[in-house]
C-alpha cells in the first residue's frame, strides 16, 4: 500500500504545471531558421546543413576527408530534449549507422549523452528512408545539439536528417562561489509534511561541497552534499528516546561528479519510502526509524549554512558551482532568490549565472588517437605540463623526439603512475617514476621539465609528489610533441613508441612554457589530431551504479567495466551464475556421499550461499542446518502475560536463507521439543510430569493442538505459555524430567 501510495503522489506531483513532461513532445528542428543547422563542412550546396531536417528533400553531408564531422543545432534558447531521431538523406545511399549525441549550453564545452549501462554509442539507420527514433531514458535540458557520426553505409557517405522531441524550458541559475549560501524560509514557521519532493540541478569541477540542508528540532533532518565527487543523501524523519530504532538513512549515489557537466537530482518521500534520482537512475528504499513525517524548522539552505546553523552542523564545505531550479515541493526557490523575494537570506555574492572557467578537455577515445603540436626547436630545456582524467592503468601520456639526433622523452601511465622515460644513444637509459593511483578519474596535474644533467617532475603541486633526478643528460628541444599516442606509420612521423593509446581527458597543454591554443589545433592551423574530440570528456563511472551482483567488485577501464566474483560464490561477468548447487539433492544427484556442502537454494538471486550438513541416502538426501539450541534451555517464571521467548539462530545462514531452502524443498522439519513439570496443561491432569511434546512445522505459525501446550512459532522465535518451569530442548538434548 505503501508503495502504490508513492506512485499516486509521484504522478499527481508530475502532472503539475512546470514540473511534468506530459506533452513535452514537440518536434523542435523543422520550425528553426536555417542560420540554426551548422556543421563542421558539407559536400555541396543541396548537402548543406539547413536540408538536414525530417523528411526534407535532401540531407546534411560533410565534405569527404573532413577528419572531425559533426552536425550542430542552435534551439536559440534552452530545450528540455526528450527524444531523437535521424533519417538517412533522400534517395539516396547515404546514411549514418552509429552516432554519438552531445550537448551543451555553449558550443564552446559539451557533454555526451549516456544511455543505461554507459553507452555514449547511438544506433542509426539501416536505410535513407526509414525514421529510428530513441526515446531517451533521462530527459536532459540544452540549447545547442551537435550529432557526431561515427559510422555510415559503406556503400555510400554520411547522410543524416535529424529531429529532436522536446519543449522549452525555463533556467533559473544561481552561482556559489564557495563563500556564499542562501537560505529559504518557510512561509508558516515550520514545514510538517507526509511527503515531499526537492529537485535542482547543478554543476561543479569540486569533490566536496553541501548543496542544500535544513532541519527540526526533534532530530529530524535531509541533507544532501558532494563527498568525493558522490552524491549523499542523508535524511532523518526524527528520533526519540522511546523509540529503539535509530532515524538516520544515507544514501550514495553516482560517481565523478565534478566534471562540470549537469547532474539532475530529485528526492521524493511519502512516509519512509524515498525515490533517490541521478541523471535518470532511481534508487528506491526505506527510511530508518518509525516516524512517518518530516518536521523541519524556519528555513533551508542552498550552497552552505547561513548565520548560526553552523553551529549545529559539523563542518562542510560550502558548494562551489552552478545549481539550476531548485524545487522544494512546487516552490522553485531559485526563482525567488532571482526575484530577491523576502522569504530568501543572501550570504556573500551569489550571482544569478554560471561564472565558473569553461573547461576546454580533449577527449581521446580511439584505438589509434594522437594529439601533435609544434614546439620549438633545439632550446637546452625542456617543459611540459598538462591535465588528465582516466580510468586505464597505461597509456602514453606523451611522447617527443629530442633535437640533433640526441634521442626521445616518453611519459607513459603504468600501473597508476606516471613512468618518465629519457633514452640517449650511447647512454643508459633514464627511466622513473611519480605519482600513486592516478587512474581513479579525477583530474590530476603533471609538469615535467628536463635540462642539462636534471629532470624533474611533479603530479598536483602536492608535497612530497615531486621527484628530481640528477644524471648525465644532454637535452635540445625537438620539432614536435605527440599526446595521447603516435601516429602511423612510425617512420613518417617520428613517434616511435611502442606504448598503447591513452585513453581519457587532457586539458591546459602547455609546450616549452607556451599554452597551445586548441581553437588552432581544432581547425588544423596548429599541429595535428586524429581520433579525438575538443570541448568535451567522455568520462563517466561505469561501477556507480555497480552492476556486478553479490557484492562482487567492480573495476573499470575507459570504456568498460570487470567485475571480480572471488569469495562471493559466484561468476560470470556480473557474478551472476552460481559456483554451488542449489540443494543437497543435487549433490546426491553427482554422486556425492554425505559431508558438509555449500548450497544457494536461490540460485542466482540476492541470498548468499551457506553450508549445510548434506545427509545423502540412497533415494533422497536430508539437507541439516544446525543452530544455536542443541543443549536444554532451562526456564523459570513463565507466565501468560510474560512467555518466554525462544530465539533459534541458525548457523552460518539467516532466516532469509533458511525460509528460501524450506520453500524449495519437498518436506521441511524443524524439531523444537519442550516439558513442563508439575503444571496443569490444557485438558490434563495435574500431577506430576505434565508433558511432554514434540512437534515438526513447516515453517508457518501453528498450534500444537488442544492437548499440547500452546505454541506459536515466527520466523526463529518460539513463544512457550506454561506457568510452571519449562525445559527447552532439541533432538540431541534428552528432556529433563526433574525441573
Same mark, same amino acid.
Given at each position: 500500500m505503501g508503495f502504490w501510495l508513492l506512485c499516486v503522489l509521484?504522478?499527481?506531483?508530475?502532472?503539475?504545471?512546470?514540473?511534468? /513532461? /506530459?506533452?513535452?513532445?514537440?518536434?523542435?528542428?523543422?520550425?528553426?531558421?536555417? +542560420?540554426?543547422?551548422?556543421?563542421?563542412?558539407?559536400?555541396?550546396?543541396?548537402?548543406?546543413?539547413?536540408?538536414?531536417?525530417?523528411?526534407?528533400?535532401?540531407?546534411?553531408?560533410?565534405?569527404?576527408?573532413?577528419?572531425?564531422?559533426?552536425?550542430?543545432?542552435?534551439?536559440?534558447?534552452?530545450?528540455?530534449?526528450?527524444?531523437?531521431?535521424?533519417?538517412?538523406?533522400?534517395?539516396?545511399?547515404?546514411?549514418?549507422?552509429?552516432?554519438?549525441?552531445?550537448?551543451?549550453? +555553449?558550443?564552446?564545452?559539451?557533454?555526451?549523452?549516456?544511455?543505461?549501462?554507459?553507452?555514449?554509442?547511438?544506433?542509426?539507420?539501416?536505410?535513407?528512408?526509414?525514421?529510428?527514433?530513441?526515446?531517451?531514458?533521462y530527459h536532459f535540458t540544452a540549447r545547442y545539439i551537435r550529432i557526431v557520426p561515427l559510422a555510415w553505409n559503406p556503400r555510400g557517405k554520411i547522410g543524416l536528417r535529424l529531429g529532436l522531441y522536446g519543449c522549452p524550458y525555463k533556467s533559473d541559475v544561481l552561482y556559489f562561489d564557495g563563500d556564499?549560501?542562501?537560505?529559504?524560509?518557510?512561509?508558516?514557521?515550520?514545514?510538517?509534511?507526509?511527503?515531499?519532493?526537492?529537485?535542482?540541478?547543478?554543476?561543479?569541477?569540486?569533490?566536496?561541497?553541501?548543496?542544500?540542508?535544513?532541519?527540526?528540532?526533534?532530530?529530524?533532518?535531509?541533507?544532501?552534499?558532494?563527498?568525493?565527487?558522490?552524491?549523499?543523501?542523508?535524511? !532523518?524523519?526524527?528520533?526519540?528516546?522511546?523509540?529503539?530504532?535509530?532515524g538516520h538513512t544515507t544514501v550514495s549515489a553516482g560517481g565523478v561528479l565534478n566534471d562540470q557537466h549537469w547532474h539532475y537530482v530529485r528526492v521524493d518521500r511519502y512516509g519512509r519510502h524515498t525515490n533517490f534520482t541521478l541523471d535518470g537512475y532511481v534508487q528506491r528504499f526505506i527510511l530508518n526509524g518509525d516516524f512517518e513525517r518530516l518536521n523541519l524548522d524556519n528555513e533551508m539552505f542552498i550552497g552552505g549554512l547561513v548565520g548560526a546553523a553552523r553551529k549545529n552542523l559539523a563542518y562542510r564545505h560550502n558548494f562551489r558551482g552552478c545549481m539550476e531550479n531548485i524545487i522544494f515541493?512546487?516552490?522553485?526557490?531559485?526563482?525567488?532568490?532571482?526575484?530577491?523575494?523576502?522569504?530568501?537570506?543572501?550570504?556573500?555574492?551569489?550571482?544569478?549565472?554560471?561564472?565558473?572557467?569553461?573547461?576546454?578537455?580533449?577527449n581521446f577515445g580511439g584505438p589509434h588517437n594522437f594529439l601533435q603540436v609544434p614546439g620549438f626547436p633545439r632550446r637546452g630545456r625542456l617543459a611540459v605540463s598538462f591535465r588528465f582524467r582516466t580510468w586505464d592503468l597505461t597509456g602514453l601520456l606523451l611522447y617527443s623526439k629530442l633535437g640533433d639526433g640526441l634521442g626521445h622523452v616518453e611519459l607513459m601511465l603504468s600501473e597508476g603512475q606516471v613512468n618518465v622515460s629519457i633514452a640517449q644513444s650511447g647512454r643508459k637509459k633514464l627511466q622513473f617514476a611519480a605519482g600513486y593511483r592516478l587512474n581513479d578519474g579525477f583530474w590530476h596535474e603533471v609538469n615535467f621539465a628536463?635540462?642539462?644533467?636534471?629532470?624533474?617532475?611533479?603530479?598536483d603541486d602536492v608535497e612530497g609528489a615531486e621527484v628530481r633526478v640528477s644524471y648525465p643528460l644532454l637535452i635540445r628541444t625537438g620539432?614536435?610533441?605527440?599526446?595521447?599516442?603516435?601516429?602511423?606509420?612510425?617512420? &613518417?612521423?617520428?613517434?616511435?613508441?611502442?606504448?598503447?593509446?591513452?585513453?581519457?581527458?587532457?586539458?591546459?597543454?602547455?609546450?616549452?612554457?607556451?599554452?597551445?591554443?586548441?581553437?588552432?589545433?581544432?581547425?588544423?592551423?596548429?599541429?595535428?589530431?586524429?581520433?579525438?574530440?575538443?570541448?568535451?570528456?567522455?568520462?563517466?563511472? &561505469?561501477?556507480?551504479?555497480?552492476?556486478?551482483?553479490?557484492?562482487?567488485?567492480? /573495476?573499470?577501464?575507459?570504456?568498460?567495466?570487470?567485475? /571480480?566474483?572471488?569469495?562471493?560464490?559466484?561468476?560470470?561477468?556480473?557474478?551472476?551464475?552460481?559456483?554451488?548447487?542449489? !540443494?543437497?539433492?543435487?549433490?546426491?544427484?553427482?554422486?556425492?556421499?554425505?559431508?558438509?556442502?555449500?548450497?544457494?537454494?536461490?540460485? !542466482?538471486?540476492?541470498?548468499?550461499?551457506?553450508?549445510?550438513?548434506?545427509?545423502?541416502?540412497?533415494?533422497?538426501?536430508?539437507t541439516v542446518v544446525r543452530h544455536d539450541r542443541l543443549w536444554t534451555t532451562r526456564v523459570t517464571g513463565s507466565s501468560m502475560d510474560r512467555p518466554f521467548l525462544g530465539a533459534v539462530q541458525y548457523w552460518n545462514a539467516s532466516w532469509e536463507e533458511v525460509s528460501a531452502l524450506a520453500n524449495a524443498s519437498q518436506h521441511c522439519e524443524q524439531w523444537i521439543e519442550f516439558s513442563c513439570y508439575n503444571s496443569r496443561l490444557l485438558n490434563t491432569a495435574a500431577s506430576g510430569l505434565a508433558g511432554t511434546r514434540s512437534s515438526t512445522s513447516t515453517g508457518e505459525?501453528?498450534?500444537?493442538?488442544?492437548?499440547?501446550?500452546?505454541?506459536?512459532?515466527?520466523?526463529?522465535?518460539?513463544?512457550?505459555?506454561?506457568?510452571?518451569?519449562?525445559?527447552?530442548?532439541?533432538?540431541?538434548?534428552?528432556?529433563?524430567?526433574d525441573c
Open positions: 509521484l504522478a499527481a506531483v508530475s502532472g503539475a504545471r512546470g514540473w511534468g /513532461y /506530459y506533452g513535452c513532445d514537440e518536434e523542435l528542428v523543422g520550425p528553426l531558421y536555417y +542560420r540554426s543547422l551548422g556543421a563542421s563542412s558539407y559536400y555541396g550546396f543541396f548537402t548543406a546543413p539547413r536540408f538536414a531536417r525530417l523528411h526534407g528533400i535532401s540531407g546534411w553531408s560533410p565534405r569527404i576527408g573532413d577528419p572531425n564531422p559533426w552536425l550542430q543545432i542552435d534551439l536559440m534558447k534552452k530545450h528540455r530534449i526528450r527524444a531523437v531521431a535521424t533519417q538517412g538523406s533522400f534517395n539516396s545511399w547515404d546514411w549514418v549507422t552509429r552516432y554519438m549525441l552531445l550537448y551543451g549550453d +555553449r558550443v564552446d564545452s559539451w557533454t555526451p549523452f549516456y544511455q543505461q549501462g554507459h553507452n555514449a554509442t547511438f544506433f542509426g539507420n539501416v536505410n535513407e528512408s526509414a525514421v529510428v527514433r530513441h526515446d531517451l531514458h556564499d549560501a542562501i537560505s529559504y524560509r518557510f512561509p508558516r514557521g515550520a514545514s510538517r509534511s507526509l511527503w515531499d519532493v526537492f529537485a535542482f540541478s547543478f554543476k561543479t569541477e569540486e569533490k566536496d561541497g553541501l548543496l542544500l540542508h535544513a532541519e527540526g528540532a526533534q532530530g529530524d533532518y535531509v541533507t544532501l552534499e558532494l563527498k568525493g565527487a558522490h552524491l549523499l543523501l542523508h535524511m !532523518s524523519l526524527g528520533s526519540s528516546p522511546i523509540q529503539p530504532r535509530p515541493n512546487r516552490v522553485n526557490i531559485a526563482d525567488l532568490a532571482v526575484q530577491r523575494s523576502s522569504r530568501i537570506t543572501f550570504e556573500g555574492k551569489v550571482a544569478f549565472r554560471c561564472l565558473d572557467p569553461v573547461p576546454h578537455p580533449v628536463a635540462q642539462e644533467n636534471h629532470a624533474v617532475i611533479s603530479i620539432t614536435s610533441y605527440f599526446f595521447g599516442g603516435c601516429p602511423k606509420p612510425a617512420s &613518417r612521423w617520428g613517434c616511435h613508441s611502442n606504448q598503447t593509446a591513452f585513453h581519457g581527458c587532457m586539458e591546459l597543454f602547455k609546450v616549452d612554457g607556451q599554452l597551445v591554443n586548441l581553437t588552432l589545433v581544432e581547425g588544423r592551423r596548429l599541429g595535428y589530431f586524429a581520433e579525438v574530440l575538443f570541448d568535451t570528456c567522455g568520462i563517466t563511472d &561505469r561501477c556507480n551504479p555497480n552492476m556486478c551482483e553479490h557484492d562482487g567488485r567492480c /573495476y573499470q577501464s575507459w570504456d568498460d567495466f570487470i567485475c /571480480y566474483c572471488e569469495l562471493t560464490g559466484y561468476k560470470g561477468e556480473t557474478c551472476h551464475e552460481p559456483l554451488y548447487k542449489e !540443494s543437497c539433492e543435487a549433490y546426491r544427484l553427482s554422486g556425492k556421499t554425505s559431508g558438509n556442502f555449500t548450497i544457494d537454494p536461490d540460485g !542466482s538471486g540476492p541470498l548468499k550461499p551457506f553450508v549445510v550438513y548434506c545427509d545423502i541416502r540412497e533415494k533422497k538426501a536430508w505459525a501453528r498450534s500444537l493442538g488442544s492437548s499440547a501446550v500452546p505454541a506459536v512459532w515466527t520466523g526463529a522465535v518460539w513463544t512457550l505459555l506454561c506457568s510452571a518451569t519449562v525445559t527447552l530442548t532439541s533432538p540431541s538434548g534428552e528432556p529433563t524430567g
